[in-house]
């Protein structure tokens, strides 16, 4: 069994040679490389991973803060040219931290920890978790919202409005991303321009959903799919 793995840097020489560490490892796969954080971010939400090569000096978002928001079931090796954020690192959970130039002996004595680590089983878009994170503002602050709590989410051009119990969530991204974070089970188009919590639906009817006092419209294309979803629930 291998554990897949990303190396997230913006040093170009330093992805080189962990990409050839990786490769002579037989139980790790690169499957990413990423010079900007918030990239990998937007891979991790829909990809499986096991581990992460973390820089820490990243521009944007930071390696220290990208693993505040991920997934605790994946594991972090932070790569550094600075010892200095050892102590942060390890308080963050990460299973090493290594120091540039990194040599293959420590390399391999890292990556061999996995083994002992227990190792989570995820759905390729993390919908094992009862969470997502949405980036919130122009300044990288991301916010951690419950699954449970929303109601819908509504296309507005270029952004996407989440609604929920408690609040308004503003988003720069496409409808189509968002649902892709969605656990389909629990969340289903009913328009181009509407993703709903199917457990939030108050009443329906040919072509309206009510959710929390407000209309819905039911798009043409949606219309079979959604009646489908429905009539598996009904008594």
Do not use: W
Not at 116 to 127: F, H
């Amino acid at each position: 069994m291998k554990f897949k793995c990303i190396i997230v840097d913006d040093e170009p020489p330093a992805t080189r040679v962990l990409k050839s560490y990786v490769e002579k490892v037989s139980f790790l796969e690169e499957v990413g490389i990423f010079n900007d954080s918030l990239k990998a971010l937007e891979f991790l939400n829909s990809n499986k991973v096991d581990l992460i090569f973390l820089d820490i000096q990243m521009p944007q978002l930071t390696g220290l803060q990208l693993s505040r928001i991920i997934s605790k079931d994946v594991k972090v090796i932070f790569t550094t040219a600075y010892p200095d954020f050892a102590l942060e690192g390890f308080e963050l959970n990460a299973i090493d931290y290594l120091l540039k130039p990194i040599s293959f002996e420590r390399f391999y004595q890292a990556v061999s920890k996995l083994k002992s680590e227990p190792r989570a089983e995820i759905s390729s878009n993390d919908n094992s978790s009862d969470f997502i994170f949405v980036k919130t503002d122009g300044k990288n602050k991301f916010q951690k919202l419950f699954l449970d709590e929303i109601l819908y989410v509504e296309s507005l051009q270029n952004y996407v409005c989440i609604h929920t119990l408690k609040q308004q969530i503003i988003t720069h991204s496409s409808l189509k991303n968002v649902i892709e974070s969605l656990p389909e089970k629990d969340f289903i188009q009913i328009h181009k321009s509407y993703v709903i919590a199917l457990k939030q639906i108050e009443s329906t009817d040919s072509f309206l959903v009510f959710i929390n006092a407000k209309e819905l419209p039911i798009g043409a294309t949606f219309k079979d799919a959604f009646f489908e979803r429905i009539d598996q629930n009904k008594i």
